[in-house]
Each structure stands twice: as structure tokens, then as C-alpha cells.
């Protein structure tokens, strides 16, 4: 019931390609969704996060997509750069601050 | 603000020996989570306080590991005795409170344990 699945685990994309990770949740009473990006030796980092009241959130070349009905939700890199190269983890949490639930991230590689 | 202070960023150390993780969270949050990463189970949250209380210890893996909250400016988490399988990275993070406000996690920079 806690559970975030993320997929895929690892991802490949070219320079100036899209780079799409998913993440599905079972707990309807998750009402705030939050995408973590970590570089390597670094600790992860606030990304983009989005509500269930909007469908979609976009930030510069970071659109997150949320599907209510299905529980799913995906983190788009629109012309990706190899500087996004890092590893994305998607999550989910359930009211003001409790922990975050966090899925078991994917390892971006975007290669020139 | 320097952000969640870890330390020591690595640690070396042989199996059987008591290991002690640092963490100072970013002043005036009222939160602190420690974390383990590992390469088959990912981002694991082990423990987190609010206002040095612990609230939920539930992910820490055994007796052999416990952590404390002595000030709001200070925590520990200590593994004893350590063993190979506690290798893996620590993180601790931090955050406030705000009302209904979903706030966000600040990480620290974490500690690369390895235990021979």
C-alpha cells in the first residue's frame, strides 16, 4: 500500500532526445508527489513536484505528467542534456510532513 | 545556511566495529530523517525525529543500529557491531514545518560506509 514502483530502473537516451520515467502508487490518500534528482557523491535534490489537482506540471525542459485515475505519474526531460545525467527517484507522500515514500530510482545516462 | 552537514563523508572500518554517523540539519527545521542507499534496495528511510523525538524507527534494519537526537542541531546514528552488509550510503536530511505546506527534503551530502 506504501509502495511507489518506478520504471525503468536504468535509461539511455541521445542528446536531444526525451527521457520519460514513470512511477505508479496505490495509495489514493498520497496527495503530493515530488521528483528527487541526485549526481553521483551528491546528496538528492528537489526537482519538480506536482499536486493531483493539476495534471500536469511543467518546469523549463521538466514536465511531470499525473494520471489520477490510473495512480500514475511520469517525469518527462524534454531535450535532454548530458548534464542531466543523474539518477531520478519519483515519490509520493500522504499529508503535511511525514516521511516521503520514494520509489527505487532510475539511472539516467543521456549520451552525445 | 550550509545545508545538512554530514560527517565523516567516508568511512572505512572492519567488521565488528562500532561506526558513528553525524548529521547537522539546517537550522530552524524541525525534522530529521536518516536514510541508507544501496544499489538492490535503493533510498531506505531508517529513523526520523520531529523535535528530537524519534516518531518513527520502524525502517532501521536491527538492534545493532540506533540513533539519537540530543538537540535539535545534532544527531547520530550508530551501528554496533557493524558488518560487511551494512556497506552502503548514508544520507541524512532535514526539513520544516509550515503549516499544511508540503515541504521539501534537504539532503545532505551522505556518508560512503564500507565495512570490510
Known amino acids: 500500500q506504501q509502495q511507489v514502483k518506478q520504471s525503468p530502473q536504468s535509461l539511455i537516451v541521445q542528446k536531444g532526445g526525451i527521457s520519460i520515467i514513470n512511477c505508479a502508487y496505490e495509495?489514493?490518500?498520497?496527495?503530493?508527489f515530488p521528483w528527487y534528482q541526485q549526481f553521483p557523491g551528491k546528496g538528492p535534490a528537489l526537482l519538480i513536484a506536482?499536486?493531483?489537482?493539476?495534471s500536469e506540471k511543467k518546469e523549463g525542459r521538466f514536465t511531470i505528467s499525473f494520471n489520477k485515475s490510473a495512480k500514475q505519474f511520469s517525469l518527462h526531460i524534454m531535450d535532454s542534456q548530458p548534464g542531466d545525467s543523474a539518477t531520478y527517484f519519483c515519490?509520493?507522500?500522504?499529508?503535511?510532513?511525514?516521511?516521503?515514500?520514494f520509489g527505487k530510482g532510475t539511472r539516467l545516462s543521456v549520451i552525445a | 545556511d550550509a545545508g545538512v552537514i554530514q560527517s565523516p563523508r567516508h568511512e572505512v572500518t572492519e567488521m565488528g566495529q562500532e561506526v558513528t554517523l553525524r548529521c547537522k540539519p539546517i537550522?530552524?527545521?524541525?525534522?530529521l530523517f536518516w536514510y541508507r542507499q544501496t544499489m538492490m534496495r535503493g533510498l531506505e528511510l531508517l529513523i526520523y525525529?520531529?523535535?528530537?523525538?524519534?516518531?518513527?524507527d520502524s525502517g532501521m534494519p536491527e538492534d545493532r543500529f540506533s540513533a539519537k537526537m540530543p538537540n535539535a542541531s545534532f544527531s547520530t546514528l550508530k551501528i554496533q557491531p557493524s558488518e560487511p552488509r551494512d556497506s552502503a550510503v548514508y544520507f541524512c536530511?532535514?526539513?520544516?514545518?509550515?503549516?499544511?505546506?508540503?515541504?521539501?527534503?534537504?539532503f545532505g551530502p551522505g556518508t560512503r560506509l564500507t565495512v570490510l
Open positions: 495509495n489514493t490518500a498520497f496527495d503530493y
Open positions: 537550522s530552524g527545521h524541525d525534522y
Open positions: 525525529f520531529n523535535n528530537n523525538v524519534p516518531i518513527d
Open positions: 506536482i499536486r493531483p489537482d493539476v
Open positions: 515519490a509520493a507522500v500522504s499529508s503535511g510532513n511525514t516521511p516521503l515514500v
Open positions: 536530511a532535514s526539513s520544516a514545518l509550515a503549516g499544511l505546506h508540503y515541504n521539501e527534503q534537504f
